[in-house]
């Protein structure tokens, strides 16, 4: 089994995981470890850069008792010119228990697991899927509404060019909640015709994404503090939501950018770190999962 996308679990299987996961996030906080895994070897390749996750699901196979192996694609063979199958075909040789991939294109995970003998886990593709991102921000907003059935939650910013929306608008729906997508112009979803302050009215939960320059054709031109004012989410742009509405980052955060300062360090509402902290229980419940 490989988890390529959302739709790789069943409803029972992604059940399953939330429950598991709530389990390691209490052990994590109390420095508990497991030999589950021992002996087993999890392969981390990642052709672009990343802290939470990559980090995330070293920790994650460490604290099982497997192995994490880190390959560092800059030093890769790949610059020499090594292709993405041979890369795979060479690592299958080795026989690793678990793959983990981050690529910068669609699809390319699917063409890695199509060649690997073990599990293949999607830590993200171009502008595809990340559904180990989508499954910690389900557990982060079940454990803070209990259930996420009548939720509202409103993922604001560059979705036309994030994954993470990708996998949360799949996910989010399946466990009851009510997901709203929205971003300026340019950057909001394909036939999308709801405003930022629109999807914010009465939401129970914000996430903010960043704006993928990197992904972009031509720079936006704002200037300093323009993206922020007209469409990050400020204090005063919070207010639209319901009171007590939590705040939600995948991260990396560009402060000042896409979420103010005291919107990303709000007391008892900011659930970023939350977020973070829950990488690892998930990402620890899917390696048991598929390797177990």
């Given at each position: 089994?490989?988890?390529?996308?959302?739709d790789s679990l069943d409803d029972e299987q992604i059940a399953?995981?939330?429950?598991?996961?709530?389990?390691?996030?209490?052990?994590?906080?109390?420095?508990?470890?497991?030999?589950q895994l021992a002996g087993r070897t999890v392969f981390n390749v990642f052709y672009e850069n990343s802290t939470r996750t990559a980090m995330s699901f070293a920790t994650a196979a460490a604290r099982l008792g497997a192995q994490p192996l880190t390959l560092s694609v800059e030093h890769s063979s790949v610059k020499k010119g090594e292709t993405l199958e041979d890369t795979a075909r060479t690592l299958n040789a080795m026989r690793p228990d678990a793959l983990v991939l981050r690529h910068r294109e669609d699809g390319a995970v699917a063409t890695v697991a199509?060649?690997?003998?073990?599990?293949?886990?999607?830590?993200?593709d171009g502008t595809n899927e990340h559904p180990t991102q989508a499954l910690l921000d389900a557990l982060t907003l079940r454990q803070q509404f209990g259930s996420l059935d009548g939720v509202t939650v409103a993922i604001l910013g560059d979705v036309r060019h994030s994954r993470v929306a990708r996998s949360n608008a799949k996910l989010l729906p399946r466990l009851g909640a009510n997901v709203r997508l929205a971003g300026p112009p340019g950057l909001e979803p394909a036939g999308s015709t709801l405003s930022i302050d629109e999807a914010l009215e009465g939401a129970d939960a914000v996430m903010m994404l960043r704006i993928q320059r990197e992904r972009l054709d031509e720079e936006l031109g704002d200037a300093p503090g323009e993206y922020l004012s007209r469409y990050g989410l400020t204090?005063?742009?919070l207010a639209i939501a319901r009171p007590e509405a939590v705040v939600l980052h995948?991260?990396?955060?560009?402060?000042?950018?896409?979420?103010?300062?005291?919107?990303?360090?709000?007391?008892?509402r900011s659930l970023i770190l939350r977020q973070v902290e829950n990488g690892v229980a998930m990402r620890m419940a899917c390696l048991e999962l598929l390797i177990g």
């Open positions: 089994m490989h988890l390529l996308s959302i399953a995981l939330l429950d598991r996961a709530d389990q390691f996030a209490a052990a994590n906080r109390r420095r508990e470890s497991s030999t199509a060649l690997m003998d073990c599990p293949v886990i999607n830590a993200g204090f005063g742009r995948p991260g990396p955060m560009n402060r000042g950018v896409e979420i103010a300062d005291e919107v990303a360090d709000l007391q008892d």
